[in-house]
Structure formats: C-alpha cells, structure tokens
C-alpha cells in the first residue's frame, strides 16, 4: 500500500490517499510531499522530490531520498549499486541519491552496499568482491557511477537534524493544532473571553 496526504503521483497520475501498489509501479513525490509504502515486515518512507519504482521485493531508486524499516531484508538499488541489510533483524537505513551522489546511513543494524559492475573484468572477480558494509551509526558516500570507489566515509553520525523539523513531525503538528483550535472554538457554547469574570 501506498499511503500519503494527497498529492503523490503514481505512473505518472494523481494518486489517492491511499492505494495498492503493483510491480513497476512508478512513485514521484513532488516538494513538500511525502509519501510511505507499507509492506509485510517493511516501511519505506519516501521523502519529498524523490523518484522511485515499487519492484515488489526492492524498491528502485532514480532520485531523492527513501528511509527503509524491514524485517525481510527489504534492499533498495540506485543503479548499479544495491543497499541490503547484513541480515533478516529489524533494520533501519536511509538511501539518499542527490547530485549524482549516494548516501547511505545505517540507523539501526548494519547494511551492505553492493556495486554490479558492467566491466567484464571485474565482472570475474568473486561474488561480493565489491561489498562496502556500513556498520549502525555509520554512514558512507559514493559517486553515483558504477566504477566509483567510496568516496567519502563520515563515519558515526552526528545526527540527522532536528526531528521536529521532519515532514511526519510537522504534519502531526498541524494536525494536533487544528484539533486543539477546533476544541476550544468548538466544544462549548461559552465565549473564549466571557463579557462577565
């Protein structure tokens, strides 16, 4: 399922707020707009500005930014080059793909990033021979080309900014002050500021 508050495109059309996906569905979140796919044992967070395709047991990122929760080891693959949880425990991870460059952050449990390379060479060489593991609390960067090494490894994060600056967080605090407006304006029949103390 994909679920959002309006404004997702799916195959290129205007999606509801809630809807099944099926293989090769195309997801676009356009700005300010997120969106999050619902699976069994997996959520993807799909946040806005980003571009990606519903595989069933991946998910294919063009551009942007997905954060994954999995149980079933759910991977997400940018091109040639592949993110999947080191094993089948609740894992956390983001995938960021943004100017050519892919950001990988291990929330919860390590990953593995994995590069299919097209040189029949290096095709050769033994399975996994291009494996990079991310370790929880790590986070590492490549260019976005298949040939490309690691270019840059931040190691711990510091921390992923303020929470309360998340569009989750930020939807639920309009939410809570609309109920909130609506309880005091609505629930009683007494004005908000009486003509007699």
């Known amino acids: 399922m994909l679920r959002s508050s309006g404004g997702v495109l799916v195959n290129k059309n205007p999606a509801p707020s809630s809807i099944a996906l099926f293989r090769d569905d195309l997801i676009e979140t356009p700005k300010d707009v997120v969106a ?10 799909v946040s806005d500005e980003t571009m990606l395709q519903f595989e069933g047991d991946e998910l294919v990122l063009d551009h942007g930014t997905v954060s994954v929760n999995t149980s ?3 991977p997400v693959r940018v091109g040639c080059v592949t993110v999947t949880p080191v094993n089948a425990d609740w894992t956390h991870y983001d995938v ?12 919860k449990q390590d990953v593995y990033i994995d590069v299919n390379s097209s040189d029949a060479r290096q095709a050769k060489q033994p399975e996994h021979s291009n494996r990079v593991i991310v370790h ?21 994060l510091a921390g992923r ?9 930020r939807g639920a605090g309009m939410v809570a002050i609309g109920v909130l407006t609506c309880f005091a304006l609505c629930h009683s029949d007494d004005p908000v500021s ?4």
């Open 96 to 107: 960021a793909d943004i100017n050519g460059r892919i950001t990988v952050s291990a929330l």
């Open 194 to 197: 009486p003509d007699k103390p």
């Open 161 to 169: 900014g303020a929470i309360m600056n998340s569009p989750w967080a």
């Open 136 to 156: 929880e609390g790590e986070q590492k960067t490549r260019e976005e080309k298949c040939g490309a090494p690691i270019i840059k490894d931040s190691g711990h």
């Open 36 to 45: 999050r796919i619902e699976l069994s044992g997996s959520t993807a967070d």
């Open 72 to 74: 079933r080891v759910l």
